[in-house]
């Protein structure tokens, strides 16, 4: 294991202590202003605390904002139809949400904040997504020849061909499919999606070099074996949280000053609904994952191979659309473009739009979604008709 710490770690940690204890003193300084406002009696403040407390303590399991139509089921996934009643496309768009422990409904987040919907407000209107379910004993085993068969068994479903859009894991899942079935793919769109996983600065990568190295998986197959061939979707969370040490207590100290405003109740609640509400994941395909992807870079090398056959990014030839963050720690924009340097895809067909945001702020962000999805989506509907 290695023995030197990052820079970025070392200084986010070092950091820390003092970024928590000022969220808190913020935290209780504008909540006990904001009482004196409100001019609270001892009895209303104790009713704030207890509600306070209430609500960054309970969770319930994510909901999707919209209604759909389940399609088809899998072990470890359902296809859903969030398409018009009446759709317009020729194509059908199949979006592929990320896999990180998370429920798949960030993709339809919330009534006002659903990437779901603003795909198919751009006229996008044969609409689906895949929605990936937590793994169990049955299915630990399942690797990445399972989860692309289903994909393949979903673009036949849609009719043979279909507009991919992928988030960070579903991004290079997508990316990969379009690689090996060049043929079935009419455009492809990734968002905060790693291509090449050893360009930029990303948090991960220091994180995997302090856990051994690029070359030694050990912790991680010690993660998975502790689990019973399964990776707890909590360890993924936890990795999160990590990476920005003083996140969870700027977020639970930032709502007390707004525990009397329901928007922002409601706002913590769904975000943190979402955010802690786990499932865990196939051990066989997370390890494939760090392994082939994360430590081996294998995908922009030109030596992954999958049921025998290299993959092979210079097959994509297809309408490409690119997102990415000033802010994403997770994956660098760097990771994302990289994409464009090894597909056969004329540059007039490849567009790039960076946003002034985050890694999860990508999918569900009000600007994201308004100023950026849009863009991109309109240029699949010119193919798309």
């Given at each position: 294991?290695s023995?030197?710490?990052?820079?970025?770690?070392?200084?986010?940690?070092?950091?820390?202590?003092?970024?928590?204890?000022?969220?808190?003193?913020?935290?209780?300084?504008?909540?006990?202003?904001?009482?004196?406002?409100?001019?609270s009696?001892?009895?209303?403040?104790?009713?704030?605390?207890?509600e306070?407390?209430?609500?960054?303590t309970?969770?319930?399991?994510?909901?999707?904002?919209?209604?759909?139509?389940?399609?088809?089921?899998?072990?470890?996934?359902?296809?859903?139809?969030?398409?018009?009643?009446?759709?317009?496309?020729?194509?059908?768009t199949?979006?592929?949400?990320p896999?990180?422990?998370?429920?798949?409904s960030?993709?339809?987040?919330?009534?006002?904040?659903s990437q779901?919907?603003?795909?198919?407000?751009c006229?996008?209107?044969?609409?689906f997504?895949?929605?990936?379910?937590?793994?169990?004993?049955?299915?630990?085993?399942?690797?990445?020849?399972d989860?692309?068969?289903?994909?393949?068994?979903?673009?036949?479903?849609?009719?043979?061909?279909?507009?991919?859009?992928?988030?960070?894991?579903?991004?290079?899942?997508?990316?990969?499919?379009?690689?090996?079935?060049?043929?079935?793919?009419?455009?492809?769109?990734?968002?905060?999606?790693?291509?090449?996983y050893?360009?930029?600065?990303?948090?991960?990568?220091?994180?995997?070099?302090?856990?051994?190295?690029?070359?030694?998986?050990?912790?991680?197959?010690?993660?998975?074996?502790?689990?019973?061939?399964?990776y707890?979707?909590?360890?993924?969370?936890?990795?999160?949280?990590?990476?920005?040490?003083?996140?969870?207590?700027e977020?639970?100290?930032?709502l007390?000053?707004?525990?009397?405003?329901a928007?922002?109740?409601?706002?913590?609640?769904?975000?943190?609904?979402?955010?802690?509400?786990?499932?865990?994941?196939?051990?066989?395909?997370?390890?494939?994952?760090?392994?082939?992807?994360?430590?081996?870079?294998?995908?922009?090398?030109?030596?992954?191979?999958?049921?025998?056959?290299y993959?092979?990014?210079?097959?994509?030839?297809?309408?490409?659309?690119?997102?990415?963050?000033?802010?994403?720690?997770?994956t660098?924009a760097?990771?994302v473009?990289?994409?464009?340097?090894?597909?056969?895809?004329?540059?007039?067909?490849?567009?790039?739009?960076?946003?002034e945001?985050?890694?999860?702020?990508?999918?569900?962000?009000?600007?994201?979604?308004?100023?950026?999805?849009?863009?991109?989506?309109?240029?699949?509907?010119?193919?798309?008709?």
């Open positions: 294991m023995t030197a710490m990052p820079t970025k770690i070392i200084s986010s940690f070092a950091t820390a202590p003092f970024e928590a204890s000022l969220a808190i003193a913020t935290g209780w300084t504008d909540y006990w202003l904001g009482a004196v406002d409100r001019q009696t001892p009895l209303d403040v104790a009713n704030d605390l207890a306070w407390w209430r609500v960054t309970q969770r319930n399991e994510p909901k999707w904002a919209h209604p759909h139509k389940v399609v088809k089921t899998w072990p470890v996934a359902r296809l859903l139809d969030y398409s018009a009643a009446r759709p317009k496309a020729k194509v059908a199949l979006v592929l949400p896999q990180a422990g998370h429920s798949s960030i993709v339809d987040f919330a009534r006002d904040q779901m919907i603003t795909i198919r407000e006229g996008l209107d044969r609409l997504t895949l929605d990936w379910t937590p793994a169990t004993e049955e299915s630990k085993d399942f690797s990445i020849d989860y692309l068969a289903i994909m393949d068994e979903s673009v036949d479903a849609l009719g043979g061909k279909a507009n991919l859009v992928g988030d960070c894991q579903g991004g290079w899942l997508a990316t990969i499919y379009a690689a090996l079935h060049p043929d079935k793919v009419n455009s492809l769109t990734i968002g905060g999606a790693p291509i090449d050893h360009a930029g600065d990303g948090v991960i990568l220091e994180w995997i070099d302090v856990l051994g190295g690029r070359a030694d998986i050990a912790a991680y197959r010690s993660m998975v074996e502790s689990n019973n061939g399964l707890a979707g909590s360890n993924q969370v936890t990795g999160f949280k990590m990476m920005q040490p003083p996140g969870e207590i977020r639970i100290w930032g007390l000053p707004q525990i009397n405003d928007d922002a109740v409601r706002r913590y609640t769904e975000f943190t609904d979402w955010f802690e509400w786990t499932q865990d994941i196939s051990g066989a395909f997370y390890l494939w994952i760090v392994e082939e992807l994360f430590a081996g870079n294998k995908l922009v090398k030109g030596t992954l191979q999958i049921g025998g056959e993959v092979d990014l210079a097959k994509i030839d297809c309408q490409v659309n690119l997102l990415a963050g000033t802010q994403d720690h997770i660098p760097d990771q473009w990289a994409l464009a340097d090894y597909i056969s895809t004329p540059k007039a067909q490849i567009a790039r739009e960076l946003v945001a985050g890694h999860l702020g990508l999918f569900m962000g009000h600007t994201s979604l308004r100023n950026h999805w849009t863009k991109l989506m309109a240029n699949v509907l010119t193919i798309s008709k």
